[in-house]
Protein backbone atom coordinates (compact mmCIF):
# COMPACT_ATOMS: atom_id res chain seq x y z
CA UNK A 1 0.00 0.00 0.00
CA UNK A 2 2.71 2.19 0.89
CA UNK A 3 4.12 1.20 -2.52
CA UNK A 4 1.38 2.39 -4.38
CA UNK A 5 0.92 5.48 -2.17
CA UNK A 6 4.69 6.74 -3.19
CA UNK A 7 3.72 5.90 -6.95
CA UNK A 8 0.44 8.05 -6.81
CA UNK A 9 2.53 10.86 -5.39
CA UNK A 10 5.17 10.46 -8.07
CA UNK A 11 3.42 10.48 -10.70
CA UNK A 12 0.95 13.64 -9.57
CA UNK A 13 4.30 15.25 -8.95
CA UNK A 14 4.93 14.32 -12.51
CA UNK A 15 2.33 15.62 -14.47
CA UNK A 16 2.06 18.54 -12.36
CA UNK A 17 5.28 19.91 -13.33
CA UNK A 18 4.37 19.38 -16.73
CA UNK A 19 1.39 21.43 -16.29
CA UNK A 20 3.14 24.50 -15.00
CA UNK A 21 6.03 24.26 -17.81
CA UNK A 22 5.85 27.04 -20.47
CA UNK A 23 4.93 25.84 -23.95
CA UNK A 24 7.08 26.96 -26.74
CA UNK A 25 4.71 25.84 -29.64
CA UNK A 26 2.36 28.40 -29.55
CA UNK A 27 5.33 31.13 -29.95
CA UNK A 28 7.00 29.55 -32.88
CA UNK A 29 4.62 30.85 -35.23
CA UNK A 30 5.87 34.41 -35.48
CA UNK A 31 9.15 32.89 -36.72
CA UNK A 32 9.65 32.32 -40.18
CA UNK A 33 8.84 29.26 -41.96
CA UNK A 34 11.78 27.33 -42.11
CA UNK A 35 13.02 28.50 -38.71
CA UNK A 36 14.22 25.34 -36.04
CA UNK A 37 14.00 26.40 -32.96
CA UNK A 38 15.39 24.74 -29.76
CA UNK A 39 14.62 26.38 -26.32
CA UNK A 40 15.81 25.05 -22.23
CA UNK A 41 14.75 27.54 -19.89
CA UNK A 42 15.05 26.09 -15.80
CA UNK A 43 15.61 27.43 -12.70
CA UNK A 44 18.99 27.21 -10.83
CA UNK A 45 18.32 26.75 -7.26
CA UNK A 46 19.79 23.38 -5.69
CA UNK A 47 17.11 21.53 -7.25
CA UNK A 48 16.53 22.73 -10.97
CA UNK A 49 13.27 22.65 -12.53
CA UNK A 50 12.58 23.29 -16.18
CA UNK A 51 10.20 25.72 -16.63
CA UNK A 52 10.06 25.55 -20.71
CA UNK A 53 11.88 22.86 -23.19
CA UNK A 54 11.84 22.33 -26.62
CA UNK A 55 13.74 20.08 -28.80
CA UNK A 56 16.60 20.49 -26.52
CA UNK A 57 18.72 17.86 -26.97
CA UNK A 58 19.36 19.17 -31.40
CA UNK A 59 22.83 19.88 -32.02
CA UNK A 60 23.30 23.40 -33.58
CA UNK A 61 25.74 25.69 -34.05
CA UNK A 62 26.44 27.66 -31.19
CA UNK A 63 27.69 30.77 -33.14
CA UNK A 64 29.29 32.94 -30.25
CA UNK A 65 27.44 31.37 -26.86
CA UNK A 66 30.43 29.34 -27.51
CA UNK A 67 32.09 31.80 -25.60
CA UNK A 68 30.83 31.13 -22.36
CA UNK A 69 32.22 27.51 -22.67
CA UNK A 70 35.73 29.04 -23.70
CA UNK A 71 35.60 31.57 -20.71
CA UNK A 72 33.90 28.92 -18.25
CA UNK A 73 37.23 26.61 -19.15
CA UNK A 74 39.46 29.31 -18.89
CA UNK A 75 38.50 30.78 -15.56
CA UNK A 76 38.82 26.89 -14.22
CA UNK A 77 41.80 26.02 -15.36
CA UNK A 78 44.11 29.96 -15.75
CA UNK A 79 42.30 31.81 -12.89
CA UNK A 80 41.18 35.04 -12.71
CA UNK A 81 44.98 36.42 -12.44
CA UNK A 82 46.48 34.95 -15.10
CA UNK A 83 48.23 37.10 -17.73
CA UNK A 84 49.46 37.05 -21.28
CA UNK A 85 53.34 37.64 -21.20
CA UNK A 86 55.69 39.10 -23.48
CA UNK A 87 59.23 39.14 -23.09
CA UNK A 88 62.32 40.65 -24.68
CA UNK A 89 65.21 37.88 -23.61
CA UNK A 90 68.89 37.98 -24.44
CA UNK A 91 71.28 35.08 -25.15
CA UNK A 92 74.04 36.88 -25.20
CA UNK A 93 75.75 40.11 -22.23
CA UNK A 94 75.30 43.69 -22.88
CA UNK A 95 78.67 45.81 -22.99
CA UNK A 96 79.33 49.20 -24.36
CA UNK A 97 75.79 49.82 -25.37
CA UNK A 98 75.85 46.25 -27.49
CA UNK A 99 73.85 43.32 -27.04
CA UNK A 100 76.10 40.61 -27.78
CA UNK A 101 74.07 38.14 -29.24
CA UNK A 102 70.49 37.71 -30.13
CA UNK A 103 67.67 39.43 -29.08
CA UNK A 104 64.55 37.06 -28.80
CA UNK A 105 61.38 38.23 -28.31
CA UNK A 106 59.35 35.75 -27.26
CA UNK A 107 55.45 35.94 -28.27
CA UNK A 108 52.50 34.85 -25.93
CA UNK A 109 49.55 35.41 -28.43
CA UNK A 110 48.45 38.60 -25.96
CA UNK A 111 45.23 39.67 -27.87
CA UNK A 112 45.53 43.09 -26.49
CA UNK A 113 49.28 43.80 -27.36
CA UNK A 114 49.64 47.05 -29.09
CA UNK A 115 52.21 49.33 -31.32
CA UNK A 116 52.50 51.39 -27.87
CA UNK A 117 53.21 48.60 -25.71
CA UNK A 118 56.06 47.61 -28.25
CA UNK A 119 57.46 50.97 -28.09
CA UNK A 120 57.66 51.19 -23.95
CA UNK A 121 59.50 47.76 -24.47
CA UNK A 122 62.11 49.18 -27.22
CA UNK A 123 62.36 52.42 -25.02
CA UNK A 124 63.55 49.92 -21.49
CA UNK A 125 65.67 48.33 -23.95
CA UNK A 126 67.16 51.85 -24.47
CA UNK A 127 67.35 52.34 -21.14
CA UNK A 128 69.21 49.42 -20.04
CA UNK A 129 72.15 50.39 -22.22
CA UNK A 130 71.12 48.53 -25.61
CA UNK A 131 71.88 50.61 -28.83
CA UNK A 132 72.95 47.92 -30.72
CA UNK A 133 72.29 43.90 -31.40
CA UNK A 134 75.38 42.24 -32.91
CA UNK A 135 73.36 39.26 -33.69
CA UNK A 136 69.56 38.59 -35.14
CA UNK A 137 66.13 39.89 -33.91
CA UNK A 138 64.09 36.37 -33.63
CA UNK A 139 60.43 36.31 -32.99
CA UNK A 140 59.33 33.18 -31.19
CA UNK A 141 56.17 31.81 -31.86
CA UNK A 142 56.41 28.38 -30.73
CA UNK A 143 53.46 29.28 -27.75
CA UNK A 144 51.07 28.10 -30.83
CA UNK A 145 51.48 25.68 -33.58
CA UNK A 146 49.50 24.92 -37.45
CA UNK A 147 47.13 27.13 -38.87
CA UNK A 148 45.82 30.73 -37.11
CA UNK A 149 42.37 30.09 -38.66
CA UNK A 150 40.34 27.49 -37.73
CA UNK A 151 38.57 24.90 -40.09
CA UNK A 152 34.90 26.14 -40.21
CA UNK A 153 35.84 29.91 -40.77
CA UNK A 154 33.69 31.16 -43.60
CA UNK A 155 36.47 31.48 -46.56
CA UNK A 156 34.92 35.06 -48.11
CA UNK A 157 34.88 36.60 -44.38
CA UNK A 158 38.23 35.97 -43.66
CA UNK A 159 39.61 39.61 -44.68
CA UNK A 160 36.83 41.05 -42.35
CA UNK A 161 38.49 42.09 -38.76
CA UNK A 162 36.11 40.26 -36.70
CA UNK A 163 38.30 37.03 -38.58
CA UNK A 164 41.41 38.44 -37.12
CA UNK A 165 43.79 35.08 -36.92
CA UNK A 166 44.63 33.95 -33.47
CA UNK A 167 48.48 34.38 -33.55
CA UNK A 168 51.60 34.50 -31.80
CA UNK A 169 52.26 37.39 -33.13
CA UNK A 170 49.53 39.57 -32.60
CA UNK A 171 49.60 43.69 -32.37
CA UNK A 172 46.54 46.48 -32.37
CA UNK A 173 44.11 43.64 -32.95
CA UNK A 174 45.64 42.37 -35.97
CA UNK A 175 43.40 44.58 -37.62
CA UNK A 176 43.73 47.93 -39.60
CA UNK A 177 42.07 50.52 -41.21
CA UNK A 178 41.77 51.62 -44.99
CA UNK A 179 39.06 54.12 -46.33
CA UNK A 180 37.49 54.36 -49.74
CA UNK A 181 36.08 57.51 -51.78
CA UNK A 182 33.44 57.16 -54.26
CA UNK A 183 34.66 59.24 -57.28
CA UNK A 184 32.34 60.58 -59.99
CA UNK A 185 29.78 58.18 -61.99
CA UNK A 186 31.68 55.98 -64.02
CA UNK A 187 35.28 56.94 -62.67
CA UNK A 188 37.23 54.61 -60.03
CA UNK A 189 37.14 55.18 -56.44
CA UNK A 190 39.94 56.15 -54.64
CA UNK A 191 41.20 53.77 -51.85
CA UNK A 192 44.08 54.94 -49.27
CA UNK A 193 45.77 53.24 -45.83
CA UNK A 194 47.66 55.32 -43.49
CA UNK A 195 51.55 55.13 -44.43
CA UNK A 196 52.38 53.19 -40.62
CA UNK A 197 50.18 50.36 -41.79
CA UNK A 198 52.51 48.02 -43.17
CA UNK A 199 50.25 46.64 -45.93
CA UNK A 200 49.77 47.38 -49.43
CA UNK A 201 46.31 48.28 -50.87
CA UNK A 202 44.98 48.87 -54.03
CA UNK A 203 41.87 48.67 -56.23
CA UNK A 204 39.81 49.17 -59.33
CA UNK A 205 36.78 50.25 -57.71
CA UNK A 206 33.86 51.93 -59.99
CA UNK A 207 31.63 54.45 -59.06
CA UNK A 208 28.25 53.58 -59.85
CA UNK A 209 24.97 55.93 -59.60
CA UNK A 210 22.91 55.12 -56.71
CA UNK A 211 19.41 54.74 -58.47
CA UNK A 212 20.37 52.87 -61.30
CA UNK A 213 18.75 49.83 -62.43
CA UNK A 214 21.24 48.22 -64.51
CA UNK A 215 21.63 44.80 -63.88
CA UNK A 216 25.67 45.52 -64.44
CA UNK A 217 25.18 47.99 -61.50
CA UNK A 218 23.01 46.28 -59.24
CA UNK A 219 25.04 43.01 -58.98
CA UNK A 220 28.37 44.87 -59.07
CA UNK A 221 29.45 44.64 -55.12
CA UNK A 222 32.67 45.86 -53.54
CA UNK A 223 35.45 42.87 -53.08
CA UNK A 224 38.23 41.95 -51.68
CA UNK A 225 41.13 39.39 -52.32
CA UNK A 226 44.18 39.36 -50.49
CA UNK A 227 47.41 37.79 -50.74
CA UNK A 228 49.38 37.76 -47.55
CA UNK A 229 49.22 41.48 -46.80
CA UNK A 230 48.70 42.53 -50.02
CA UNK A 231 45.14 43.52 -50.65
CA UNK A 232 43.08 44.66 -54.06
CA UNK A 233 39.47 46.11 -54.05
CA UNK A 234 37.18 45.75 -56.96
CA UNK A 235 33.85 46.04 -57.76
CA UNK A 236 31.83 48.82 -57.30
CA UNK A 237 30.66 51.74 -54.68
CA UNK A 238 27.66 54.21 -55.43
CA UNK A 239 28.56 58.01 -55.69
CA UNK A 240 26.44 58.98 -53.03
CA UNK A 241 28.51 57.02 -50.19
CA UNK A 242 30.16 58.52 -47.91
CA UNK A 243 33.75 58.24 -47.12
CA UNK A 244 34.27 54.93 -45.96
CA UNK A 245 36.68 53.34 -43.96
CA UNK A 246 36.80 49.50 -43.85
CA UNK A 247 38.05 47.46 -41.08
CA UNK A 248 40.43 44.25 -42.14
CA UNK A 249 42.21 41.76 -40.81
CA UNK A 250 46.03 41.08 -41.28
CA UNK A 251 46.35 37.67 -43.32
CA UNK A 252 50.04 37.47 -42.15
CA UNK A 253 50.17 38.39 -38.74
CA UNK A 254 54.40 37.43 -38.53
CA UNK A 255 54.43 39.19 -41.24
CA UNK A 256 53.47 42.05 -40.26
CA UNK A 257 54.29 42.24 -36.67
CA UNK A 258 58.31 42.17 -38.10
CA UNK A 259 57.63 45.00 -39.89
CA UNK A 260 56.42 47.04 -37.39
CA UNK A 261 59.03 45.70 -35.24
CA UNK A 262 61.83 46.84 -37.50
CA UNK A 263 60.03 50.68 -38.11
CA UNK A 264 60.03 50.92 -34.11
CA UNK A 265 63.20 50.00 -33.57
CA UNK A 266 64.59 52.21 -36.73
CA UNK A 267 62.72 55.10 -34.71
CA UNK A 268 64.46 54.07 -31.48
CA UNK A 269 67.49 54.19 -33.14
CA UNK A 270 68.41 50.63 -32.23
CA UNK A 271 70.40 48.69 -35.44
CA UNK A 272 70.89 45.20 -35.66
CA UNK A 273 73.65 43.30 -37.48
CA UNK A 274 71.80 40.21 -38.93
CA UNK A 275 67.71 39.58 -39.68
CA UNK A 276 64.25 39.70 -37.91
CA UNK A 277 62.87 36.26 -38.74
CA UNK A 278 60.53 33.69 -36.73
CA UNK A 279 61.18 30.89 -34.64
CA UNK A 280 58.67 28.32 -34.34
CA UNK A 281 60.50 25.81 -31.96
CA UNK A 282 60.92 27.16 -28.53
CA UNK A 283 64.04 29.22 -27.85
CA UNK A 284 66.57 26.80 -25.54
CA UNK A 285 70.11 27.85 -23.85
CA UNK A 286 70.41 30.36 -21.39
CA UNK A 287 68.41 33.76 -21.55
CA UNK A 288 68.32 36.85 -19.80
CA UNK A 289 64.91 38.59 -19.05
CA UNK A 290 65.74 42.10 -20.39
CA UNK A 291 61.75 43.45 -20.48
CA UNK A 292 58.59 42.36 -20.72
CA UNK A 293 55.04 43.69 -20.75
CA UNK A 294 51.52 41.63 -19.63
CA UNK A 295 47.85 42.00 -20.50
CA UNK A 296 45.40 43.05 -17.95
CA UNK A 297 44.19 39.63 -15.98
CA UNK A 298 41.79 37.06 -17.62
CA UNK A 299 38.96 38.26 -15.87
CA UNK A 300 39.10 41.79 -17.63
CA UNK A 301 39.54 39.73 -21.02
CA UNK A 302 36.74 37.62 -19.84
CA UNK A 303 34.88 40.33 -19.85
CA UNK A 304 35.74 42.06 -22.61
CA UNK A 305 35.55 39.04 -24.58
CA UNK A 306 31.84 38.32 -23.43
CA UNK A 307 30.29 41.43 -23.05
CA UNK A 308 31.83 42.92 -26.71
CA UNK A 309 31.80 39.68 -28.30
CA UNK A 310 35.39 39.94 -28.89
CA UNK A 311 36.84 36.50 -30.82
CA UNK A 312 40.23 37.41 -30.84
CA UNK A 313 40.13 37.55 -27.34
CA UNK A 314 37.80 33.66 -27.16
CA UNK A 315 40.39 32.46 -29.83
CA UNK A 316 43.75 33.18 -28.20
CA UNK A 317 42.75 31.99 -25.30
CA UNK A 318 40.71 29.07 -26.31
CA UNK A 319 44.58 28.18 -28.33
CA UNK A 320 46.56 29.24 -25.20
CA UNK A 321 44.26 26.54 -23.05
CA UNK A 322 45.13 23.70 -25.21
CA UNK A 323 49.07 24.59 -24.56
CA UNK A 324 49.13 24.92 -20.86
CA UNK A 325 46.68 21.75 -20.30
CA UNK A 326 49.26 19.65 -22.60
CA UNK A 327 52.30 21.59 -22.37
CA UNK A 328 52.64 21.66 -25.50
CA UNK A 329 52.21 24.41 -28.89
CA UNK A 330 48.60 25.65 -28.77
CA UNK A 331 46.79 24.04 -31.76
CA UNK A 332 42.72 24.15 -32.52
CA UNK A 333 42.74 20.57 -31.84
CA UNK A 334 44.40 20.27 -28.61
CA UNK A 335 42.44 23.35 -27.51
CA UNK A 336 39.03 21.76 -27.94
CA UNK A 337 40.30 18.81 -26.42
CA UNK A 338 41.39 20.85 -23.07
CA UNK A 339 38.08 22.21 -23.29
CA UNK A 340 36.43 18.98 -22.69
CA UNK A 341 39.21 17.58 -19.94
CA UNK A 342 39.22 20.83 -18.06
CA UNK A 343 35.23 20.78 -17.74
CA UNK A 344 34.75 17.18 -17.11
CA UNK A 345 37.28 17.00 -14.41
CA UNK A 346 36.62 20.63 -12.34
CA UNK A 347 33.40 20.96 -13.47
CA UNK A 348 31.85 18.05 -13.62
CA UNK A 349 30.54 18.36 -17.24
CA UNK A 350 30.80 15.73 -20.30
CA UNK A 351 30.78 17.69 -23.40
CA UNK A 352 32.28 14.67 -24.99
CA UNK A 353 29.53 14.53 -27.88
CA UNK A 354 30.17 18.21 -28.63
CA UNK A 355 31.91 19.63 -31.51
CA UNK A 356 34.50 22.52 -30.20
CA UNK A 357 36.61 23.46 -33.71
CA UNK A 358 37.31 26.78 -31.92
CA UNK A 359 36.78 28.93 -28.87
CA UNK A 360 34.87 32.15 -30.51
CA UNK A 361 32.02 30.40 -32.47
CA UNK A 362 33.41 31.70 -35.82
CA UNK A 363 33.37 27.94 -37.31
CA UNK A 364 30.43 26.42 -38.68
CA UNK A 365 31.87 23.27 -37.84
CA UNK A 366 31.38 24.06 -34.24
CA UNK A 367 28.24 22.11 -32.70
CA UNK A 368 25.89 22.37 -29.32
CA UNK A 369 22.94 21.55 -27.68
CA UNK A 370 20.96 23.26 -25.41
CA UNK A 371 21.17 20.81 -22.26
CA UNK A 372 24.19 21.04 -22.54
CA UNK A 373 24.71 25.11 -22.42
CA UNK A 374 22.41 24.56 -19.93
CA UNK A 375 24.22 22.14 -17.44
CA UNK A 376 27.50 25.14 -17.87
CA UNK A 377 25.31 27.90 -17.07
CA UNK A 378 23.87 25.89 -13.84
CA UNK A 379 27.56 25.24 -12.67
CA UNK A 380 27.91 29.02 -13.44
CA UNK A 381 25.42 30.15 -11.54
CA UNK A 382 26.32 27.55 -8.37
CA UNK A 383 29.30 28.50 -7.90
CA UNK A 384 29.51 32.46 -9.33
CA UNK A 385 30.18 33.94 -5.94
CA UNK A 386 33.97 32.51 -6.88
CA UNK A 387 33.46 33.15 -10.56
CA UNK A 388 31.30 36.25 -10.64
CA UNK A 389 30.75 35.59 -14.24
CA UNK A 390 27.57 36.36 -14.37
CA UNK A 391 28.39 39.87 -14.18
CA UNK A 392 30.48 39.58 -17.30
CA UNK A 393 27.90 38.90 -19.27
CA UNK A 394 25.94 41.29 -21.56
CA UNK A 395 23.01 43.36 -19.90
CA UNK A 396 19.88 44.38 -21.96
CA UNK A 397 19.64 47.68 -22.40
CA UNK A 398 23.00 48.69 -20.59
CA UNK A 399 25.28 47.23 -22.42
CA UNK A 400 27.72 44.87 -24.79
CA UNK A 401 25.67 43.28 -27.35
CA UNK A 402 22.69 43.32 -25.50
CA UNK A 403 22.66 46.86 -24.98
CA UNK A 404 20.41 47.76 -28.50
CA UNK A 405 19.17 43.97 -29.11
CA UNK A 406 15.40 45.14 -29.52
CA UNK A 407 13.91 42.56 -27.67
CA UNK A 408 14.98 42.77 -24.69
CA UNK A 409 16.04 47.06 -24.32
CA UNK A 410 13.27 48.31 -22.82
CA UNK A 411 11.07 47.53 -19.93
CA UNK A 412 10.44 44.95 -18.35
CA UNK A 413 13.90 43.31 -19.66
CA UNK A 414 16.28 46.10 -19.24
CA UNK A 415 18.93 45.55 -16.49
CA UNK A 416 17.82 42.20 -15.21
CA UNK A 417 18.02 39.97 -18.72
CA UNK A 418 22.17 38.80 -18.81
CA UNK A 419 23.20 36.63 -21.90
CA UNK A 420 25.59 36.32 -24.15
CA UNK A 421 24.52 36.65 -27.93
CA UNK A 422 25.17 34.44 -30.97
CA UNK A 423 24.70 35.26 -34.34
CA UNK A 424 25.83 33.79 -37.82
CA UNK A 425 23.63 33.58 -40.72
CA UNK A 426 20.74 32.34 -40.13
CA UNK A 427 21.22 31.78 -36.05
CA UNK A 428 20.01 33.92 -33.50
CA UNK A 429 21.52 32.38 -30.15
CA UNK A 430 20.99 33.36 -26.35
CA UNK A 431 22.86 31.61 -23.18
CA UNK A 432 22.33 33.44 -19.93
CA UNK A 433 20.25 34.50 -16.98
CA UNK A 434 16.80 36.68 -16.26
CA UNK A 435 16.84 38.31 -13.04
CA UNK A 436 13.44 37.64 -10.92
CA UNK A 437 12.07 40.88 -8.76
CA UNK A 438 13.18 38.48 -5.90
CA UNK A 439 17.08 38.32 -7.08
CA UNK A 440 16.71 34.80 -7.80
CA UNK A 441 18.10 33.71 -11.31
CA UNK A 442 16.37 31.70 -14.14
CA UNK A 443 18.66 30.35 -17.01
CA UNK A 444 17.86 29.78 -20.29
CA UNK A 445 19.23 28.86 -23.59
CA UNK A 446 17.53 29.71 -27.50
CA UNK A 447 19.69 28.47 -30.67
CA UNK A 448 17.54 29.37 -33.21
CA UNK A 449 18.87 27.59 -36.74
CA UNK A 450 17.30 28.00 -40.43
CA UNK A 451 15.98 31.68 -39.94
CA UNK A 452 15.36 33.24 -42.54
CA UNK A 453 13.03 36.75 -42.87
CA UNK A 454 10.27 36.13 -45.45
CA UNK A 455 8.47 39.55 -44.55
CA UNK A 456 9.09 42.87 -46.58
CA UNK A 457 9.08 46.28 -45.16
CA UNK A 458 10.45 44.88 -41.77
CA UNK A 459 13.54 44.01 -40.21
CA UNK A 460 15.28 40.87 -41.09
CA UNK A 461 15.75 40.12 -37.42
CA UNK A 462 11.68 41.27 -36.59
CA UNK A 463 10.30 38.02 -36.29
CA UNK A 464 12.90 37.22 -33.82
CA UNK A 465 12.65 39.55 -31.56
CA UNK A 466 9.14 39.62 -31.54
CA UNK A 467 9.67 35.92 -30.37
CA UNK A 468 11.77 36.63 -27.84
CA UNK A 469 10.05 39.78 -26.49
CA UNK A 470 7.02 37.91 -26.39
CA UNK A 471 7.75 34.36 -25.11
CA UNK A 472 11.09 35.84 -22.23
CA UNK A 473 8.15 37.86 -20.43
CA UNK A 474 6.60 34.73 -18.86
CA UNK A 475 10.01 34.37 -16.91
CA UNK A 476 10.04 37.88 -15.39
CA UNK A 477 8.35 38.04 -12.59
Known sequence: MTNIRVSFLFIVSFYSSLLQAQSVEPYISSLPKGSDLSILVQTVDGNPKTLAKYKSDQFKQPAST???????????????????VTGMYANGSVSNKQLN???????SGDPTFSRERLKNMISALRQKGVEKISGNVILDTSIFASHDKAEGWSWNNLTACYNAPASAATIDDNCFYATITPGKVGGKASVSVSSNIPVMVSGDVRTISASSKDAHDKYCELDVNADKNRYYLSGCIASNADKTPLKFAVMDPTEYFSTVLKNELKQQKITYGGRVFERKQKSTGSLTLLTSSQSAPLSELITVMLKKSNNLYADTIFRTLGARYYNTAGTWRNGGDAVKQILRKKAGIDLENLVIADGSGLSRLNLVSANKLMEVLQYISAHNNQLAFIEKLPIAGVDGTLQNRKSFSQAPFKDVVMAKTGYIQGSYNLAGFIQKSDGRYV??????????????????????????????K????
Not at 74 to 83: S, T, V
Not at 474 to 477: D, G, P, R, W
Open 66 to 84: QKVITALAAQLELGNDFRF
Open 474 to 477: NFIN
Open 443 to 472: AFVQLLSGYRADSKGEPKNGAVMKFESEFY
Open 101 to 107: GDLIIKL
